[in-house]
């Protein structure tokens, strides 16, 4: 079974960081896409940014440029996304999602992605 355990989000002030982790277990493939996601209160659920293990593409949302740098680890089969120069808007919870075999952040997102982590929360506030 595909398990994704995200771990990282906590309490930050503005103008802070935090790393988020994603660890997938439950298959063997060595070929995958992860995404990470975010829900805001009473807001609808949004891409952040994705990676593609198979030729390491990034994909980042326009207000994640810049600010924000995903990087994956394959032999631990783990996602991070560092969020660097937080806002208060940034504010949601954080889930990351997978689908594995050789695809695309592009495909993953366009069709949408088949696992999904329980989310961790992360807080800017002063």
């Known amino acids: 079974e595909v398990q994704l355990v995200e771990s990282g989000g906590g309490l930050v002030r503005p103008g802070g960081s935090l790393r988020l982790s994603c660890v997938a277990s439950g298959f063997a493939s060595n070929n995958y896409v992860v995404g990470w996601f975010r829900q805001a209160p009473a807001k609808e659920r949004e891409a952040v940014s994705c990676?593609?293990?198979?030729?390491?593409?990034?994909y980042y949302s326009d207000f994640a440029k810049g600010r924000f740098s995903i990087s994956n680890d394959n032999a631990k089969k783990t996602v991070y996304l560092q969020m660097n120069t937080l806002e208060p808007e940034d504010t949601a919870v954080y889930s990351c999602?997978?689908?594995?075999?050789?695809?695309?952040?592009?495909?993953?997102?366009?069709?949408?992605?088949?696992?999904w982590g329980k989310g961790t929360l992360v807080t800017v506030s002063s």
């Open positions: 999602a997978a689908v594995i075999g050789t695809t695309t952040c592009n495909m993953a997102l366009y069709y949408g992605m088949k696992y």
């Open positions: 990676i593609s293990s198979s030729d390491d593409h990034r």
